[in-house]
């Protein structure tokens, strides 16, 4: 085993084959993988390894459309076969409401070059003859889908990779990995010490353990999972290979195992294994089989396919694969370690495998993953996602498997968890809640007398009369909202603003002002909006998006501040309110002795007053494109600011707005927010964003490219369309059309109840985004009319908010 490399990858199953492999093909030949045991001991060797490119965000299925394009790559090389069987495979809807989402997948595979087609049941029983059409309303079929031979896949990408210089070492645990002063780290094996410059946990079942050397608490469990393969059934013989299937009613996956089937289920009453510490001891063994677990799904498989009423089964495999709470794999380098990576958490690495080793290896070679991979950023998740949280989310994602997730729907598992002291009057207020980050905040405020509860749909709901109230009382009087889900940072001391402007794009405010803080990766990509708020020479509070905050912690580490400058998340010691409309002022005045008038505190104010005896900062801005005021306090006095400002607008008929409502007020005045309209495969210009950018500032990370890319223009634009839309908004990921040609995709969509019109933001090729008719955006499957509004739908000019 050599003693000195540049990354040493721990663990031999799939992911970190396929880790091992990029890092060669990019060049990197100084590599080692280390495996306790022999390849695929963990979850690998005994998946079913079907592979499909279907995902519920839109980069993962592109990285799994990657995935599967590799198996002939590593097969060339390695000479080792992948037992790719490209079966094509059948996704069958038995409810209007899956035909729907059929509809939908079919739609947003459009932009992403997929060739999903919708059919008929009657097409469906074409192409799979043993299922049982009446069953079934429609179904998508998907010509990519197959199965793959796990063991030989992941022999190719090691084979391929010790071909490209790679050292592979079997045999060996890793015990323990110990950082050095330099960011080097010392990997402690039975068999040795290697000094390695990167390392990179691929442990799989293990990860967990293997992350615990280090005090890391990854949130990742995993789950029993089964399926069994029948005996030979005759009427399989001489026959063309079945399609594989999703019956989703049936919460099964099916596909043709030689003369037999094999099936699989994501059961309801879902097992976790293992659920504090994975034994070492454990290798390619299977866990005690009970297919009573999967009994119902089986049934009902059973009248969907009644050949399976009379097939014996020949082999059932209950083995357990690991998964994160939101069932995407958890990538990237970990914050507040030093060229620490994981490739972990990968449910499905038979189709995402490649996807996770190709931007792993990017991001360690380039210090960028190359697309945008934030689904599966292991940043995504802050220190709330703690083990038993884990628990809960798994076990509720793996039993949700195959069930739809309805745009507007709201989870059950781990929710009330955090709650900030206004949660009990929000509750009489009837306040539907939303989960974000474990923090229970107001969606929207149901009629007193009704029951608290949003029916989850594709289409408009229940909310929809009352969002529309809430709307109108902040574009006529005045509303609202709880605010304290944002991220928060201080930071502080001499050399604090030199430090903020090499981060952020935009000119720094001046004391007492705020400005929109744009921050760009080195190629000149959006990776945080931010509104920077100085109050002080050296003092600025920054506010950004709560679930970036690991995300965010992680780039600050990598540009560090200098001495002397703290960094401080505080993101729950300043809780907020927000009063929007144009009586707020009216409603704020009073409290505060601060002058309020546009002359004396205007538009993007910013300052630390008391609100009646409440210490407060307050900044003059407003998310909904009103005049209104953002309020942050310690927490100990929300509840208080509550009573006092709801006290003070009783005679301006102040009333609570929730998120729905805001989110319907910036779609009117086109305002981009964090993971929707702002990416990291978005440049700022194309964002809408570029008056934020100052290319005069002496350097600023990002500068080069951003330059480049106003003078050339980027590739495509924000734009802001009204949709012909009959009871279904845009939600995000929807085609848009020009003509006959897919020229973009939505952003976020919704209802403004203020114009009363459809809206869809989103991003189109810069060859129409001048044109204002033609367009058209896909809603459930129908592409209806939209045209471009050259501004935003209310207040294109900005008066109201500055007024
Ligand atoms: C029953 C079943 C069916 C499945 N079906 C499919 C499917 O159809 N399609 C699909 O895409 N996926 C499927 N999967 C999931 C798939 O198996 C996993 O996504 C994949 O195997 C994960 O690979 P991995 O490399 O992350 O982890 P693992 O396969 O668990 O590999 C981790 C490796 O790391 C080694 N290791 C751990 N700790 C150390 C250490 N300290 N020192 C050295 N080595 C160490 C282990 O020995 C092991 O070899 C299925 C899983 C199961 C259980």
Redesign the pocket.
């Known amino acids: 085993m050599r003693n000195h490399v540049r990354v040493a990858v721990?663990?031999?199953?799939?992911?970190?084959?396929s880790v091992l492999y990029h890092l060669t093909k990019a060049g990197w030949k100084d590599v080692l993988l280390?495996?306790?045991?022999?390849?695929?001991?963990?979850?690998?060797?005994?998946?079913?390894?079907?592979?499909h490119t279907l995902n519920g965000d839109p980069n993962v299925a592109r990285l799994q459309q990657y995935t599967i394009d590799l198996y002939q790559e590593i097969e060339k090389i390695s000479g080792i076969s992948c037992g790719v069987h490209v079966s094509g495979g059948l996704l069958l809807a038995g409810t209007p409401e899956r035909v729907d989402w059929l509809r939908m997948a079919v739609a947003r595979g459009r932009y992403l070059g997929m060739q999903l087609e919708l059919i008929s049941a009657a097409e469906a029983k074409k192409m799979h003859p043993l299922l049982e059409e009446k069953h079934f309303l429609g179904a998508i079929h998907d010509p990519v889908e197959g199965?793959v031979d796990?063991y030989g896949v992941?022999h190719a990408y090691a084979k391929s990779a010790q071909i490209g210089g790679a050292e592979i070492v079997r045999q060996?645990?890793?015990?323990d990995t110990k950082p050095r002063p330099d960011g080097t780290w010392d990997v402690v094996?039975e068999h040795g010490t290697v000094h390695a410059e990167h390392v990179v946990n691929?442990?799989?079942?293990?990860?967990r353990?293997?992350g615990r050397f280090v005090g890391l608490e990854l949130p990742i469990l995993a789950m029993e999972?089964?399926?069994f393969i029948t005996e030979d059934l005759p009427e399989l013989k001489g026959q063309p290979e079945l399609k594989h299937v999703i019956d989703f009613e049936a919460e099964i996956?099916m596909r043709q195992e030689r003369q037999g089937l094999l099936l699989?289920s994501y059961e309801r009453a879902g097992v976790p294994w293992s659920p504090e510490t994975t034994p070492?001891d454990f290798?390619q063994d299977l866990l005690p089989d009970d297919l009573e677990r999967i009994a119902p799904s089986v049934a009902l498989a059973a009248e969907h396919f009644p050949i399976l009423g009379n097939a014996g089964v020949r082999k059932v495999?209950?083995?357990?694969?690991?998964f994160a709470p939101d069932g995407n794999p958890l990538v990237g380098p970990v914050q507040g370690l030093r060229n620490y990576w994981v490739?972990?958490?990968?449910?499905?690495?038979?189709?995402?495998?490649g996807g996770v080793g190709l931007s792993l290896a990017n991001w360690i070679i380039e210090g960028d993953p190359g697309a945008d991979i934030w689904a599966m950023d292991v940043a995504r998740y802050g220190g709330w996602a703690n083990r038993p949280y884990t628990n809960a989310k798994v076990r509720e994602n793996y039993s949700r498997r195959f069930r739809i997730r309805f745009p507007n729907e709201e989870l059950e598992a781990a929710r009330g968890l955090r709650t900030t002291p206004i949660y009990e009057k929000l509750r009489e207020e009837n306040a539907v809640f939303g989960d974000y980050c474990t923090l229970e905040h107001a969606l929207w405020f149901a009629p007193k007398g009704e029951p608290a509860v949003e029916h989850a749909t594709f289409r408009r709901s229940n909310a929809h009369a009352n969002v529309a109230a809430e709307c109108r009382a902040v574009r006529e009087g005045c509303g609202l909202i709880e605010i304290s889900n944002y991220g928060k940072f201080e930071v502080q001391g001499p050399g604090a603003a030199a430090w903020l402007s090499r981060l952020m794009t935009c000119k720094l405010p001046a004391v007492g002002r705020i400005v929109l803080a744009p921050m760009l990766n080195e190629r000149g990509r959006l990776i945080g909006d931010f509104t920077l708020c100085r109050l002080a020479e050296d003092r600025f509070f920054v506010v950004g998006t709560y679930a970036a905050e690991v995300f965010y912690r992680r780039w600050f580490e990598r540009h560090p501040p200098p001495p002397g400058v703290t960094v401080r998340p505080c993101a729950m010691e300043y809780l907020g309110l927000s009063v929007a409309g144009p009586a707020s002022r009216a409603v704020l005045q009073p409290l505060v002795s601060q002058d309020l008038a546009t002359a004396k505190f205007p538009f993007l104010s910013f300052a630390a007053m008391d609100v009646g005896m409440i210490p407060a900062l307050v900044g003059r801005v407003s998310f909904t494109g009103e005049l209104g005021y953002e309020l942050w306090v310690a927490p100990e006095y929300l509840r208080a600011l509550y009573d006092l400002l709801h006290e003070a607008g009783r005679a301006h008929g102040l009333r609570n707005f929730g998120g729905r409502a805001l989110n319907a007020l910036r779609l009117e005045k086109s305002f981009g927010t964090w993971a929707r309209e702002f990416r990291p495969i978005y440049g700022p210009y194309e964002g809408g964003l570029g008056r934020f950018v100052h290319l005069e500032k002496d350097n600023f990370i990002g500068k080069s490219a951003a330059a480049a890319e106003k003078a050339n223009g980027g590739v495509r634009t924000l734009v802001t369309l009204v949709v012909e839309a009959d009871d279904a908004d845009a939600m995000g990921d929807e085609p848009i059309w020009h003509g006959d040609k897919v020229v973009g995709w939505v952003t976020s969509g919704g209802y403004g109840h203020t114009v009363g019109r459809s809206i869809a933001l989103g991003y189109v090729e810069n060859a129409v985004a001048g044109e204002t008719a033609g367009f058209a955006v896909e809603l459930m499957g129908e592409r209806r009319p939209a045209t471009r509004s050259p501004g935003a739908l209310v207040d294109p000019q900005g008066q109201r908010m500055r007024g």
């Open positions: 721990i663990g031999g199953g799939v992911v970190g084959a280390i495996e306790r045991a022999e390849l695929t001991s963990g979850s690998s060797w005994h998946a079913a390894g079907g592979m199965h796990p992941t060996n645990r890793v015990v094996t691929a442990g799989g079942l293990w990860a353990e293997v999972h089964q399926y996956y699989g070492w290798g495999v209950n083995g357990p694969f690991t490739a972990c958490g990968v449910m499905a690495g038979f189709c995402q495998g």
